[in-house]
Every structure is written in C-alpha cells, then in structure tokens.
C-alpha cells in the first residue's frame, strides 16, 4: 500500500541559514546548511537534540550569514524551500550545499524531488551529512548528490550499533564514484577494538577512503538518558587509535568540531 503522506512534497525544518563547515572534508567551505527535522538514533554525544522532533515553526536566514531570523511554520512545501534556498544564493558565494539534520535520510522522498530542482537553479554541489544507517533511503537520492560525509555510530561511544547499514552505505557511496569519507566521533569511553572493525569495514570498500576521528565535543548539558558523561578522549588515546586504524586504511585524520572553535552554529 502507497504512504501517501510520505511522498508529499513537504519538508520538516529546522533551520536554513549561511555558514563556514567545521567537519570532515569540506572543513572551511562556505555552504548553505538546511537541516532536517527528526533523527531515528538517539545517540550518547547528540549535540542536536533539539532535532530529534519537527517543532512547530522553522527558522530561516533572510541574508547569508547575518542571522537575521524570519520564523515560518512547518512542514514547508517545496518551493517555498526552494526559493528560500535561492535567496541565500549569492554569486560566488557558497561551495556547496549540506543536508544536515538531525538525519535528513528521514525525508528521502521529498529529497528525491527537491534536489534535482535546487541543482538546476543554483547549480551548487549537494553535501549529505548523515548517520550513515540508512541505505535504502540513500539509494533513493544518489543521482542528485556530490559528497556524503557518513558516521559511523561505536557501540562504546554512541550507545548505537550499525555495523551492517554502515557496509552497504559506504559501498554504495563508493560505487555510484561520490566523493565520501567517514567521521568517528570518539570519547574517553571508545573501544579500539570498535576502531578496528571501523578501519577494517572501510578497507573492504577502499583502503583510500578517508576517516575523520573527531575527539567529541564535551557537552555543557548531558542528555538525560544517556547517564553517561561523555569525555574528550586524551591526546595519548587518539595518537594510539590513529596509528591502529593505519594499520588498515591510508587516511585517518584527527579532526575536532572547528565551528565550534569559531563560535558558529
Ligand atoms: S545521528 Fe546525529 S542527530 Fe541523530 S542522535 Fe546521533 S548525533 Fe544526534
């Protein structure tokens, strides 16, 4: 039977605004970031909790990267997105744009008909940012997408296990010839031997794709399930989980949140 409430052509926001990314291989590139409403992993270190539900109204930047809010309500229909996405489109201006979320797989169906739009009329590049647990819905949009910086959730530091979804993600990532790299958030609590799989999962694609190990980023208020204080790991933990996963793949880079060092979103 046909949902058909899943294939209208609206979208649950959360933002759309202008900024400087601050992960994974596009780090310093300026895109226009929508973010997605909902997010089916509850993950330890969630520094966006406030996407895991569609609130009742979206924020929207009238100009790129002043921050000068109007507030809409949501869903959002498709070209109300669209134009609010050509409004951010200065000449010159962005590199690319991200999908971000929350996770924006949730609304593949609506991306399946925004995007092909929104590269026509801004002939910008699409960035997927994703958990990376989600390879039917990929599959759905990967003619409309450049690059996809997927994670891949450690039991030890998530509190998620995705081993499977995250192999067929990245081999589908790898043979459709998309620019991909994998991000690891890491804590005091990792386990190396999550690490090693990790490296080992990679290399069975390609030894050459590049994983970022991004130390987490403490966060002021734990989320209240979780229990668990989520730590930075220490310089000597990373350098050690470095050179174990090189033992594997080419590419291991460590990589903090520079947003956050910028104050940005
Ligand atoms: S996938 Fe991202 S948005 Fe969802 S819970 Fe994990 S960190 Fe938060």
């Given at each position: 039977m046909t949902n058909k409430t899943a294939i209208k052509p609206n979208a649950r926001l959360i933002e759309v605004f202008s900024a400087i990314q601050g992960e994974g291989l596009n780090v310093g590139t300026r895109q226009i970031f929508i973010r997605f409403a909902l997010c089916d992993l509850r993950c330890h270190f969630c520094d966006s909790v406030y996407t895991w539900n569609t609130p009742d109204n979206c924020r929207i930047e009238r100009s790129p990267g002043l921050r000068d809010f109007e507030i809409c309500s949501n869903p959002v229909s498709l070209p109300m997105l669209v134009e609010w996405v050509e409004r951010q489109n200065l000449t010159g201006l962005h590199d690319s744009i991200s999908l971000t979320g929350g996770e924006?797989?949730?609304h593949a169906p609506f991306l399946v008909q925004f995007l092909p739009q929104i590269r026509a009329v801004t002939g910008l590049p699409v960035y997927l940012e994703t958990g990376g647990h989600r390879p039917e819905q990929l599959a759905m949009i990967l003619p409309y997408l450049d690059s996809v910086g997927m994670d891949f959730k450690l039991p030890s530091t998530s509190g998620e296990s995705c081993w499977q979804e995250h192999a067929q993600f990245l081999q589908l990532c790898y043979d459709r010839q998309l620019e991909v790299f994998v991000k690891i958030i890491v804590?005091?609590?990792?386990?190396?031997?999550?690490?090693?799989?990790?490296a080992l999962l990679v290399a069975a694609v390609s030894s050459e794709i590049i994983i970022f190990l991004q130390p987490v980023t403490p966060l002021e208020t734990p989320v209240a399930f979780s229990q668990i204080p989520v730590l930075a790991p220490s310089p000597a933990q990373v350098l050690n989980w470095q050179a174990l996963m090189k033992q594997f793949v080419k590419h291991v880079r460590v990589v903090p949140q520079t947003h956050k060092m910028l104050n940005q979103l």
């Open positions: 924006p797989l949730l804590s005091q609590k990792t386990d190396p031997a999550e690490l090693e799989r990790s």
